[in-house]
């Protein structure tokens, strides 16, 4: 079974760009998390998607940061326009939104963001 | 949700149990204790969740004492491979949870395994 996809694994953009972040959960996985580190400091949450829906973007850090989940499926993380303090590194995960085990979040391996 | 307390780094040697522990004074009835794990440039992976007692699986133990203000995440026998951050997370995250199941990191405790 693949696992949570990330692309790209690198972005380098400069200050006020634009940069899209894509992720695929794993299939079937009703729920999708994003989340990201900034240097330094811990992961912190972003938002979540219940299917198309947003459950909750209480995370999400101002209106330059766009999530969107067409169809339920994949999920992109838009910044525009990029400042230097969104540098950092932006996770996604996915569970399976049944009453689970243990609800466990499977993680991708993250997108690496530099703003310059 | 609430951040817990955890050492921020320990080492190790090869073939030693590790035992890491972790406190949280304002555990809810509903909350669980989750622990993750992250090698370098990867995401976090689920270790093992529990609620109460004790909880085992082939990676790890999980001891948490009756009035669940503090757990121990137990590493038998660790190699080099076990070298990561281990997360050690606590909320309304579990099987039934409510609350979206949004996790909520800590900084993590950084284990070195050394030959």
């Known amino acids: 079974e693949a696992g949570v996809t990330q692309f790209p694994s690198h972005s380098v953009i400069e200050k006020g760009q634009t940069v899209t972040l894509r992720c695929d959960p794993i299939?079937?996985?009703?729920?999708l998390y994003w989340y990201r580190r900034v240097m330094g400091k811990e992961i912190k949450f972003l938002l979540h998607f219940v299917k198309e829906s947003k459950q909750d973007e209480s995370g999400m850090p101002n209106n330059r940061f766009l999530a969107e989940r067409t169809g339920g499926t994949y999920s992109t993380l838009k910044v525009q326009p990029a400042e230097l303090e969104d540098s950092g590194v932006y996770f996604c995960?996915?569970?399976?939104?049944?009453?689970?085990?243990?609800?466990?979040?499977?993680f991708g391996p993250g997108t690496r963001l530099t703003v310059l | 949700l609430a951040k817990t307390t955890q050492p921020i780094s320990m080492d190790s040697y090869e073939g030693q149990e590790v035992n890491i522990t972790c406190s949280h004074n304002n555990i809810a009835t509903n909350d669980y204790i989750t622990w993750y794990q992250q090698f370098p440039s990867q995401g976090p992976r689920f270790i093992i969740q529990?609620?109460?007692t004790k909880v085992t699986n082939e990676v790890a133990s999980l001891f948490i004492p009756a009035d669940r203000k503090s757990r121990t995440l137990s590493l038998p026998r660790v190699s080099l491979s076990d070298t990561a951050v281990y997360y050690c997370?606590?909320?309304?995250?579990?099987?039934?949870?409510?609350?979206?199941?949004?996790?909520?990191f800590g900084q993590g405790t950084e284990l070195s395994v050394k030959p």
């Open positions: 997370l606590v909320g309304d995250i579990g099987p039934f949870y409510n609350q979206g199941g949004k996790l909520i």
């Open positions: 299939s079937g996985h009703d729920n």
């Open positions: 529990g609620y109460k």
């Open positions: 995960a996915s569970s399976t939104g049944s009453r689970s085990s243990y609800n466990e979040q499977f």
